[in-house]
Each structure stands twice: as structure tokens, then as C-alpha cells.
């Protein structure tokens, strides 16, 4: 476990799908948005994680993204891929038929709408882990699945010598100190919420999966800083991007990013249904901050 530890430290940015205008895989823009992550410094990238659209993306584009992301990779930048979802099963087979190659984890979200027990997440990630021939990082997001993984949850899965850490999204700071004081010494805590990436380190999180790392060389370095021990400098990146970071949610992730990414030339606003594009006066507001 301690050579993907080592190299999934710091900043992974939970990359955006670029669309063009008529909802299709916009790969001129994807290998822009490459290039600029691998410039501000990111450390690795996650593909198809939950900011990357898959719920809305086909498992052939899936496929095409990753295949991108390796073929446009000049720093050899580490790759997690998400692979997540509700249907247990479905996710084995998925695993089954995926090349890993080049892929250094999975990221895998807590199943959604169904709201298990705790025994049910810790058999379904169980499942996951047997199956999958690379190491599996959890992620907590109850905001979005309505369920909750229990540090207690997260304790016992860290046991499992195919888990390897945990993006905790949960915005419980004491759930996450729990994580932390308990966990074997190679199990990686990592912030889930962009916002709580300082305080985090501050008690053990090796880094960030993050949305604003999409665009913000900031954020970056907001995060290089508290990992170098540098919290005073770190404080300070910190409160430059918070009236930006709350408006990336304000209408759902990845509207506020992409739209952000848009002011930047970097790749276009598009998103699928039922998203919609930044309102109007999301997209001033947006550009009001960049400008500052």
C-alpha cells in the first residue's frame, strides 16, 4: 500500500467532461483541460469521477476519456478512475471488462438511493475490493447517496488490504479526526470538500480530490502549502478562493466549474440534462470574482 500512497498525495483533480454545444465528448477541449491541470500543478487526475458527468456518460465514452487522459499524459501524472454506482453487481462486471493499465486506483462511490446499512456498504465495497486488480479508494458523500459511511464503517473497510484510503466528503470534521486517530498508518484520508483541505491536513489528510483544481492554480498551491507545513500561507490561499468555491455549487456540480473553466478559455459550459448551464447571473457572479 505505500507505493500509491506516495503517489497519490496532494492535489487530484476530479477532472470535468467537456461537452460541445449538441451534448458530445468534446476531446479538443478535454486535452485543453489536461494540459491546464498538468500546468498549475495538480498531482494526479481522476477520470469519471461523479464531477466528470458518469452518471450521464456511456460506458464507450468512459472508456474513450480514459483512453485520452493516458495517451495525453506528458508528466505521467498518476490515474484514478471512477467506477462507482448503486448496482453491486453491475460494478463487478463493469471491473471485469475494464483495461486498468495505467490506472493507479478506482474511485468508488458509496451506492445512492438504495441507503444500506453499514453492513450492506462494507459487503458491497468487500465485493469490489476481491474483484478489482487495482487498490480502491471509498468515498463518503452523504449529500448526495443519503447515506452515511460511520468512521467505525470506514475503520473496518480500511482493514481490507485492497482499500486504501477514503475521500471524505462528508463535512464532519469529528467524523474525519475519528478516521484519522484510528486508521492503520498507510490508509489514506483524503478531503473530499475543497474548503476543508487545510483544517484536514492539519490532522492527517495526505490531500484533496478536488472540483476547483479543475481551474485554480490557487487551490493548488493552497494545498501544497498546508501539506509543507505552511498553514499561515495556506490560511491565506484558503480565504483568497472561498467567495469562489461557494459559488461552484450554487446550481449543482459541475455547473459552476465548467462555467468557470469557460471564463478561462479553457473548455466550453456545456452540461447534460438534467443539468442546465450556469444561469445568467451565476455566470456574472463568476466572472465578477475571477476579475478580482
Request: charged share 20%.
Given at each position: 500500500?505505500s507505493?500509491?500512497q506516495s503517489?497519490?498525495?496532494?492535489?487530484?483533480?476530479a477532472?470535468v467532461?467537456?461537452?460541445?454545444d449538441?451534448y458530445?465528448?468534446?476531446l479538443?477541449g478535454f486535452?485543453?483541460?489536461?494540459a491546464h491541470t498538468?500546468?498549475i500543478?495538480?498531482d494526479?487526475w481522476?477520470?469519471?469521477?461523479?464531477?466528470?458527468?458518469?452518471?450521464?456518460?456511456t460506458s464507450k465514452?468512459?472508456?474513450?476519456?480514459l483512453e485520452?487522459?493516458?495517451?495525453?499524459n506528458?508528466?505521467?501524472?498518476?490515474?484514478?478512475?471512477?467506477i462507482?454506482?448503486?448496482?453491486t453487481?453491475?460494478l463487478l462486471?463493469?471491473i471485469?471488462?475494464?483495461?486498468?493499465?495505467?490506472?493507479?486506483?478506482v474511485?468508488s462511490?458509496?451506492?445512492y438511493?438504495?441507503?444500506?446499512?453499514?453492513?450492506?456498504?462494507?459487503?458491497?465495497?468487500?465485493k469490489l475490493?476481491d474483484?478489482?486488480?487495482?487498490?480502491i479508494?471509498?468515498y463518503n458523500?452523504p449529500?448526495?447517496?443519503s447515506s452515511?459511511?460511520t468512521a467505525?464503517t470506514?475503520l473496518?473497510l480500511?482493514?481490507?488490504p485492497?482499500i486504501i484510503?477514503?475521500k471524505?466528503?462528508?463535512?464532519n470534521?469529528?467524523?474525519?479526526?475519528?478516521?484519522?486517530r484510528q486508521?492503520?498508518?498507510?490508509?489514506?484520508l483524503?478531503s473530499?470538500?475543497d474548503i476543508?483541505t487545510?483544517?484536514m491536513i492539519?490532522f492527517?489528510a495526505?490531500?484533496?480530490?478536488?472540483v476547483?483544481?479543475?481551474?485554480s492554480k490557487a487551490?493548488?498551491?493552497?494545498?501544497?502549502?498546508?501539506l509543507a507545513g505552511?498553514f499561515a500561507?495556506?490560511?491565506?490561499k484558503?480565504?483568497?478562493?472561498?467567495?469562489?468555491n461557494?459559488l461552484m455549487?450554487v446550481?449543482?456540480n459541475?455547473v459552476?466549474?465548467?462555467q468557470l473553466l469557460?471564463?478561462?478559455g479553457?473548455?466550453?459550459?456545456?452540461?447534460?440534462?438534467?443539468l442546465l448551464r450556469?444561469?445568467?447571473?451565476?455566470?456574472?457572479?463568476i466572472r465578477k470574482?475571477?476579475?478580482?
Open positions: 500500500m507505493i500509491p503517489k497519490l498525495k496532494g492535489v487530484g483533480v477532472l467532461t467537456p461537452f460541445t449538441d458530445q465528448l468534446d479538443a486535452e485543453k483541460l489536461l498538468t500546468a500543478g495538480v494526479y481522476v477520470v469519471q469521477g461523479t464531477t466528470g458527468e458518469s452518471p450521464t456518460t465514452e468512459k472508456q474513450v476519456l485520452f487522459a493516458k495517451n495525453n506528458p508528466k505521467s501524472l498518476p490515474i484514478v478512475y471512477g462507482g454506482g448503486n448496482n453487481e453491475n462486471n463493469i471485469q471488462e475494464t483495461d486498468f493499465s495505467g490506472v493507479t486506483a474511485l462511490a458509496s451506492p438511493y438504495n441507503k444500506p446499512t453499514q453492513a450492506g456498504i462494507i459487503a458491497h465495497y468487500e475490493a474483484a478489482s486488480p487495482v487498490p479508494i471509498l458523500v449529500g448526495r447517496t452515511n459511511l467505525e470506514t473496518k480500511a482493514q481490507h485492497n484510503g477514503i471524505e466528503a462528508s463535512g470534521l469529528l467524523q474525519c479526526m475519528e478516521i484519522a486508521k492503520p498508518q498507510d490508509f489514506m483524503i473530499g470538500d476543508l487545510v483544517p492539519s492527517g495526505v490531500g484533496v480530490i478536488s476547483l483544481a479543475n481551474a487551490f493548488v498551491e493552497m494545498t501544497h502549502f498546508a505552511d500561507k495556506a490560511t491565506e484558503m480565504f483568497e478562493i472561498l467567495p469562489l461557494d455549487y446550481e449543482g459541475p459552476g466549474i465548467k469557460a471564463e478561462m479553457v473548455c466550453g459550459s456545456q452540461v447534460r440534462l438534467p450556469a444561469s445568467k447571473e451565476l455566470a456574472e457572479k470574482v475571477l476579475q478580482k
